[in-house]
């Protein structure tokens, strides 16, 4: 059961850095290099990285749950950027 749990986490967070790295493009190559982009892909990166921290079978990284959410463009940055900008246009 234990090595399942490694395989396991080992996929989410392998699942995570991937989604994370295409949302990082869409930012890096739609928001600094003004460059037409795809979309980017809302909460499954940060998502997949918090369900990984939970799963790998070490005690100190169940803490750190919240960070894939801040690191993925896709959850909070994002989100983050998309609220700011719509009230922007609002007013």
Same mark, same amino acid.
């Given at each position: 059961?234990?090595?399942?749990?490694?395989? %396991?986490?080992?996929?989410?967070? @392998?699942?995570? %850095?991937?989604? =994370?790295?295409? $949302?990082? &493009?869409?930012? +890096? $190559?739609? &928001?600094?290099?003004?460059?037409? =982009?795809?979309? +980017?892909?809302?909460?499954?990166?940060?998502? @997949?990285? =918090?369900?990984? &921290?939970?799963?790998?079978?070490? &005690?100190?990284?169940?803490?750190? +749950? +919240?960070?894939?959410?801040?690191?993925?463009?896709?959850?909070?940055?994002?989100? =983050?950027?998309?609220?700011?900008? @719509?009230?922007?246009?609002? @007013?």
């Amino acid at each position: 059961m234990f090595w399942i749990k490694w395989v %396991l986490g080992g996929a989410l967070f @392998s699942v995570s %850095l991937w989604i =994370t790295l295409l $949302n990082g &493009l869409v930012f +890096w $190559n739609g &928001l600094i290099r003004k460059k037409e =982009t795809s979309s +980017w892909i809302p909460l499954l990166g940060g998502l @997949s990285g =918090t369900f990984a &921290l939970f799963v790998i079978p070490n &005690l100190g990284l169940c803490y750190l +749950w +919240w960070v894939p959410l801040l690191l993925d463009w896709g959850c909070m940055p994002g989100f =983050t950027y998309q609220l700011l900008l @719509s009230l922007r246009k609002q @007013s």
